[in-house]
């Protein structure tokens, strides 16, 4: 958007210093999950479903942008978009960030991530949208 | 190392204080689910979702919420006044180191060769490659991702933070922000 607006140039993309860099994860609290299993499970076949639409349909997609974010149209169809998948990113990736963070100092030791991380809730390895490709 | 770990628990606790002093949004636990957005583009399958109807064949009615900052999202969360909301990694992790009861079911996209997030320069920069950066006025937002990339970039250049000059205080959270931080002059580089 920075370069769009003529104020940047990018010097290194997080892509080219950290390949695949996981940007952010969707959480629940633990008691919600416990108590709302189905809805969370609905949630995140919706969710996946989008997923595949802007993968799919991507200037359609787009054109949502706008209403939600303020963003001028011009700069909703061309702006840098995050790849999505399933929502499932490997393990390897994430502690390979760790490290980063742990050699930095910002984060104090290794942590386990499995504990706090669980894929199950998400809907198997399907294109949910199916015939819509 | 520890002093590192207490900032984070610490700024979570007085976000949960805060949100349980102000009991304001209702608590509709059956009909809504309530999700974190950033009004950001990175939120677009939240627009999709919402407007394709796909959580309406899931008989599913969702509401988005404009929040920011990670302590306050997660203490939202925990108070029970949203369902769902995003961290980066590094709140991820911390939020693992402290053991506080959440739980990551899906990650919202990853960097590609195509990603424009990164180290932005000002259009007219002499700098035009990761050595030029030695001396460099570089922004500091102070988030982890923004560390974690410029670490990165300055190792594979051979340089290191010391080798930058980092500006503190610059509060970089909106993409405005970021450009009038660069029409400034008052810095050379921003993560973005």
Redesign the interface.
């Known amino acids: 958007m920075l370069e769009m607006h003529g104020a940047s140039r990018l010097l290194t993309s997080f892509n080219d210093v950290i390949p695949g860099y996981i940007f952010s994860g969707l959480f629940f609290t633990k008691k919600y999950l416990k108590k709302n299993p189905e809805k969370v499970r609905a949630y995140l076949r919706g969710l996946v479903k989008a997923f595949h639409f802007i993968r799919d349909h991507e200037e359609e997609a787009r054109q949502w942008i706008p209403k939600y974010t303020g963003v001028e149209k011009t700069v909703a169809m061309r702006a840098a978009l995050r790849a999505f998948e399933d929502g499932r990113e490997p393990l390897e990736r994430l502690y390979a960030q760790q490290e980063i963070m742990v050699k930095i100092g910002k984060l104090p030791h290794r942590v386990a991530v499995e504990e706090y991380l669980d894929y199950s809730w998400l809907p198997e390895e399907q294109d949910p949208l199916g015939g819509k490709e | 190392?520890?002093i590192?770990?207490v900032p984070w628990l610490m700024a979570t606790v007085a976000a949960i204080l805060v949100f349980a002093a102000f009991p304001g949004w209702a608590k509709d636990?059956d009909a809504t689910?309530r999700?974190v957005?950033g009004?950001?583009?990175?939120?677009?399958?939240?627009?999709?979702?919402l407007?394709?109807g796909?959580?309406e064949?899931?008989?599913?009615t969702?509401e988005?919420v404009r929040l920011t900052g990670e302590h306050n999202i997660v203490a939202a969360?925990?108070h029970g006044d949203i369902?769902?909301?995003?961290?980066?990694?590094?709140g991820?992790?911390?939020?693992?180191?402290q053991k506080i009861?959440?739980?990551?079911?899906?990650?919202?996209?990853?960097?590609?060769?195509?990603?424009?997030?990164?180290?932005?320069?000002?259009?007219k920069?002499g700098?035009?490659?990761?050595q030029d950066?030695k001396g460099a006025r570089v922004a500091e937002a102070g988030s982890?991702t923004t560390?974690?990339?410029l670490?990165?970039?300055l190792k594979?250049a051979g340089m290191n933070h010391e080798d930058i000059r980092a500006i503190k205080g610059i509060k970089l959270d909106d993409?405005m922000k970021?450009?009038a931080a660069?029409?400034s002059k008052g810095v050379d580089?921003?993560v973005?």
């Open positions: 190392m520890k590192r770990q636990e689910i999700v957005y009004r950001s583009i990175d939120d677009l399958p939240l627009y999709v979702g407007e394709e796909f959580w064949e899931e008989g599913l969702v988005l969360a925990l369902h769902a909301g995003a961290l980066d990694p590094g991820f992790f911390h939020a693992a180191l009861p959440i739980t990551v079911v899906a990650w919202l996209g990853h960097a590609h060769k195509g990603t424009r997030c990164g180290l932005h320069v000002d259009a920069s700098i035009n490659s990761l950066l982890i560390a974690m990339i670490s990165q970039a594979a993409s970021h450009e660069l029409r580089v921003i973005a």
